[in-house]
Nanobody, 115 residues
């Protein structure tokens, strides 16, 4: 079993920055890719970014240049550095981890960007 613990969400003004963290516990050796998704009010859950165990990254087009995903394998933790935040970034952000037999999700951490 894999358990994901998220932190770092909160309230920020437009143009500000936040850093989200997600630590994995349990059968961490089975984890391959990890990443972040978000779900805004009235919208479907969408991909933000993913990172492989080897450090390869993938971003949604709207996040390129503002968001950076990184991974510390020694700590079993991923991060999402969010800069120049906009009101449309307001959403619940979910951490995910892909194991060999199933995927796992965190409970989500809300991010609110005031206009």
């Amino acid at each position: 079993q894999v358990q994901l613990v998220e932190s770092g969400g909160g309230l920020v003004q437009a143009g500000g920055s936040l850093r989200l963290s997600c630590a994995a516990y349990g059968s961490t050796a089975s984890i391959s890719d990890m990443g972040w998704y978000r779900q805004a009010p009235g919208k479907q859950r969408e991909l933000v970014a993913t990172v492989s165990r080897g450090g390869s990254t993938n971003y949604a087009d709207s996040m390129k240049g503002r968001f950076t995903i990184s991974r510390d394998n020694a700590k079993n933790t991923i991060y999402l550095q969010m800069n120049n935040l906009k009101p449309e970034d307001t959403a619940v952000y979910f951490c995910t981890a892909q194991s060999y037999w199933r995927g796992f999700w965190g409970r989500g951490t809300p991010v609110t960007v005031s206009s």
